[in-house]
C-alpha cells in the first residue's frame, strides 16, 4: 500500500513565522504535490514536483515556496504566515502519466494549519 | 479557463442509487478520476475513466462521455459509510506530468 506521511495533523503558528509542512511518500513516485483545501472551494494546487529539485508553480504559489531535495520528501514553507493561510494542506505523489493508464494521486491526511 | 461543477450536497436513502453528476471544461483531456473523502481524513481513490463508457467496481460505477464533457459516479445499495464528499477530478494534457484539477466535491448524506 502507498503510504504518504504528513509530519503533523494540527499545527498553529503565529503570523509573520516561517512555517515548514513536511510531506514523505515511501513508493519511489516522481510526482509530488502540495495542495490547500477550503470549504466551498476544493482542492486547489500551490505547488507540484516532477523530480528531485525540480518544482512548478500552481494555480496558487503566492506566499509559499518548497523544497524537493530527496525523492521521497516535499516541504511547503509559508515564508510570513499570515491569517489567510489558515486551511488543511494536503500532500499527494504519483507516478508520472506514461505507462499505466490511471496512476491516481495517493494522499496524506492533511495538515490542517492555523495561524494565529 | 477551466472548470470543473459538481453538486454542492446530495442526500440519499441508505440502500437506494445515487449518481453525482460532473460537468468539466479544461485545455485538453488525459482522464477523469473520481475520489471519496470521509470528513477529516485523505481523500481516496474511486475510480478512473480517459475512454467513453461505462467503469464498474463492485458497487461504484463511473461514467465518461468526452464530447459532453460529463462524468458521473453511480453508487448503489447505499450503506451509511458512504456518507462522504466525492470528488470529481479531470487530468488535463499537461506536457507529461500527472497535474489534476479538482471539483469543489459532492457532499453525501445517506440516511437510514
Known amino acids: 500500500d502507498v503510504k504518504v506521511t504528513q509530519s503533523s495533523r494540527y499545527l498553529v503558528k503565529r503570523t509573520g513565522e516561517k512555517v515548514f509542512l513536511e510531506c514523505v511518500q515511501d513508493m519511489d513516485h516522481e510526482n509530488m504535490f502540495w495542495y490547500r483545501q477550503d470549504p466551498g472551494l476544493g482542492l486547489r494546487l500551490i505547488y507540484f514536483?516532477?523530480?528531485?529539485?525540480?518544482?512548478e508553480k500552481g494555480d496558487i504559489p503566492e506566499g509559499y515556496s518548497v523544497s524537493r531535495e530527496k525523492k521521497e520528501r516535499f516541504s511547503l514553507i509559508l515564508e510570513s504566515a499570515s491569517t489567510n493561510q489558515t486551511s488543511m494542506y494536503l500532500c499527494?505523489?504519483?507516478?508520472?502519466?506514461?505507462?499505466?493508464?490511471?496512476?491516481?494521486?495517493?494522499f496524506g491526511d492533511g495538515t490542517r494549519l492555523s495561524i494565529l | 479557463g477551466q472548470n470543473i461543477d459538481q453538486p454542492t450536497e446530495m442526500t440519499a436513502t441508505e440502500g437506494a442509487i445515487v449518481q453525482i453528476n460532473c460537468t468539466y471544461q479544461?485545455?485538453?483531456?488525459?482522464?477523469l478520476f473520481w475520489y471519496q473523502q470521509h470528513a477529516g481524513e485523505a481523500p481516496t481513490f474511486l475510480s478512473y475513466n480517459v475512454l467513453d463508457g461505462l467503469e464498474e467496481k463492485g458497487r461504484f460505477s463511473s461514467f465518461l462521455s468526452r464530447s459532453k464533457g460529463y462524468s458521473y459516479l453511480l453508487l448503489k445499495e447505499l450503506q451509511m459509510k458512504d456518507s462522504a464528499s466525492y470528488l470529481c477530478?479531470?487530468?488535463?494534457?499537461?506536457?507529461?506530468?500527472?497535474?489534476?484539477?479538482f471539483g469543489a466535491g459532492t457532499r453525501l448524506a445517506v440516511h437510514p
Open positions: 477530478a479531470v487530468r488535463p494534457l499537461s506536457g507529461g506530468y500527472n497535474k489534476l484539477i
Open positions: 479544461t485545455s485538453g483531456f488525459n482522464g
Open positions: 499527494a505523489s504519483s507516478f508520472p502519466p506514461g505507462h499505466m493508464k490511471s496512476q491516481p494521486q495517493h
Open positions: 514536483s516532477y523530480d528531485v529539485k525540480m518544482k
